[in-house]
């Protein structure tokens, strides 16, 4: 069952997708992670993630195969890299993503994280984009509540649609600030790696409700992150079974009980706190 979630202009998309970092980079794998892909797209999961910088450019080339007659299916994002991010790069930058993922357009295309070049500079240049037809939308990634208040009040920064950051159970700063500011403006926050990278599954809470809902302790992250309004989760998935198991966390409900023993486990913020990032 596909769930929905609507960005600034009304346009819905699913709440969970899928990430493609660390996909497209090995021969050996590429097969297998094209399935996975694909299958998600029959799932439902048509919100596709990418990014100029991942495998330099391996990653579009591979979801552009993927979505190959099926472009109408997919919400398609990707991100440019702050070094490109000027009124002068940003096109070349863009056509080049157009050309690996093989369309004429991008649904949403987002600041990778902030760099060198203004803010100002950078929203002109997305702004540019959107005139010419080649992005629908522009958002950011990796951006503080204090950069996303200032941006409001630069000439265009209202346009921006949605901002990518860090977000799992094991993180949970946006909760405090970021989060509710966002869902107030019915900007949806993106949660790239939603899963943690590392010890986060190995947690014994996560197993133990995992088993009370017949589920793996992935899914039962998963489930948490899902259920904060106004949150688009989008998890790597390698193989065929990995993107079903994610797609079945959208039917897992936590129940109070689940819930408190994740806060427990997982304290929620009390206080502002600095943005994680990978």
């Known amino acids: 069952m596909t769930r929905l979630t609507s ?7 699913p709440i969970l997708g899928q990430g493609t970092w660390e996909i497209g980079d090995h021969p050996e794998t590429r097969d297998a992670e094209m399935r ?16 100029e910088i991942y495998g330099n450019g391996l990653s579009e080339k591979l979801v552009g195969e993927v979505i190959a007659g099926r472009r109408d299916e997919v919400f398609l994002v990707s991100k440019v890299k702050p070094d490109n991010a000027s009124e002068m790069k940003m096109m070349l930058a863009c056509e080049k993503s157009l050309e690996r993922l093989g369309t004429d357009r991008l ?17 002109a240049a997305f702004e540019e984009l959107v005139d010419e037809g080649m992005i629908l939308r522009w958002g950011v990634s990796n951006i503080d509540l204090k950069t996303m208040r200032k941006m409001m009040r630069m000439e265009g920064g209202d346009q921006c649609a949605a901002n990518q950051v860090l977000y799992h159970p094991g993180t949970r700063g946006i909760e405090f600030d970021l989060l509710p500011w966002s869902r107030a403006r019915d900007m ?12 986060l599954l190995n947690e014994p809470i996560l197993q133990q409700i995992a088993d009370r809902h017949d589920a793996t302790p992935a899914q039962i992250a998963l ?4 259920r904060q309004e106004g949150i688009i989760a989008i998890p790597k998935a390698s193989t065929v079974e990995h993107v079903e198991l994610n797609a079945a966390a959208l039917e897992i409900r936590l129940d109070d009980e689940d819930v408190a023993a994740l806060d427990r486990a997982f304290p929620p913020p009390t206080s502002e706190q600095p943005l994680d990032v990978i």
């Open 107 to 123: 649904d949403l295309y987002l600041l990778h994280w902030e760099g060198r070049y203004p803010l100002e500079e950078t929203i």
């Open 36 to 51: 996975a892909l694909s299958r998600g797209l029959d799932l439902g999961l048509t919100l596709v993630d990418t990014a």
């Open 223 to 226: 489930a948490m992150v899902l």
């Open 7 to 13: 960005l600034p202009d009304g346009t819905a998309v």
């Open 188 to 199: 949806p926050v993106m949660a790239y790696s939603p899963l943690g990278r590392g010890k």
